[in-house]
């Protein structure tokens, strides 16, 4: 079979789905926001500045920059909650309408009587929103606290921001205990991009749809039609019963990832096509593809299900 995002029709739309403006607490207005996204060779962004308070409860109206060949999801960056360290929850919501009520959050530190983490995902969910848990490492979040947000519909795998901003990028770990459990949760890349740093154009998503408009982009990646990406193209996912074969922009490096430490690497030069065997996952009921270019770039399959 192959994975939803290589046989769903349509063609492939790159977008950002974590980004801030000077709504919230990033360097630049909105409409520079979407003309450098555009500029860049995005066909998408999601604008998610930081629901609190302390910045009047943002849903950034990126309506107006919308044009031929570009369009935008309105989304936000919710907060409300403590997670078990203490500090406020951080959950990615995109697609949410702009009368989305807001919870009392006033700033960046929890409040007593508050709506929890959980509560206001839920809440992102049922009014529309493809919810992501955000930044699972900067964030030190634990699996306790992953599995607790029911509503969310993916982790991200790579948060380019923290990668530059403090080595702390990675989502895989949380995301594959999750998926251990049963969880079935997609992947997503993103930049988070303030602007205030070297953090944006360093990881996206590619959304399989027939075309790129807000409502056709958020039904795909609700039902997980993507892939993501920090720069290689992947183009077919293809799972039979004893291996994956996955065709790609050229790369030197192609991985499956399972179960525990169920992992298979094929290794070669300038490859657009292996085949990878599934001896070692007789005890995983998932696999996921991650493939990595000569640079080190990588790009991520969605988990499949077998
Ligand atoms: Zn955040
Ligand atoms: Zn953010």
Redesign the pocket.
């Known amino acids: 079979m192959l994975l939803p995002a290589f046989s769903a029709p349509g063609r492939f739309w790159r977008g950002n789905l974590?980004?801030?403006s000077d709504r919230s607490d990033g360097g630049l207005t909105p409409q520079e926001v979407c003309r450098r996204y555009r500029a860049e060779g995005y066909d998408f962004l999601a604008l998610?500045d930081?629901f609190v308070g302390a910045y009047g409860y943002p849903i950034t109206d990126t309506v107006p920059f919308r044009e031929a060949g570009f369009t935008t999801l309105l989304g936000a960056?919710i907060h409300s909650g403590a997670m078990s360290n203490g500090e406020l929850w951080?959950i990615?919501a995109v697609g949410l309408p702009e009368d989305f009520q807001p919870p009392h959050a006033p700033g960046f530190a929890p409040v007593a009587g508050q709506e929890t983490g959980p509560q206001i995902a839920a809440r992102a969910r049922a009014a529309g929103a493809f919810v992501a848990i955000?930044?699972p490492q900067w964030s030190g979040l634990t699996l306790e606290d992953a599995r607790s947000l029911e509503a969310a519909h993916a982790v991200e795998i790579y948060n380019h921001?923290c990668a530059m901003g403090c080595d702390r990028a990675d989502g895989a770990a949380i995301a594959d205990l999750l998926l251990s459990e049963g969880r079935r949760v997609s992947l997503v890349a993103t930049d988070?991009a303030?602007f205030t740093e070297p953090d944006h154009f360093g990881g996206w998503v590619m959304v399989k749809a027939e075309e790129n408009a807000p409502d056709a982009l958020l039904d795909a990646l609700k039902r997980g039609a993507f892939y993501s990406s920090q720069g290689p193209e992947l183009r077919a996912v293809h799972l039979d019963t004893n291996a994956v074969t996955v065709e790609s922009t050229a790369v030197q490096t192609v991985i499956v990832q399972g179960h525990g430490s169920a992992a298979t690497a094929v290794h070669g030069q300038s490859l657009t096509s292996a085949t990878v065997p599934l001896e070692r996952f007789r005890n995983s009921p998932w696999l996921r593809v991650t493939v990595i270019d000569r640079a080190g770039k990588r790009a991520w399959s969605n988990p499949v299900w077998r």
């Open positions: 974590h980004t801030h998610t930081h960056e951080h990615l955000a930044h921001g988070d303030h």
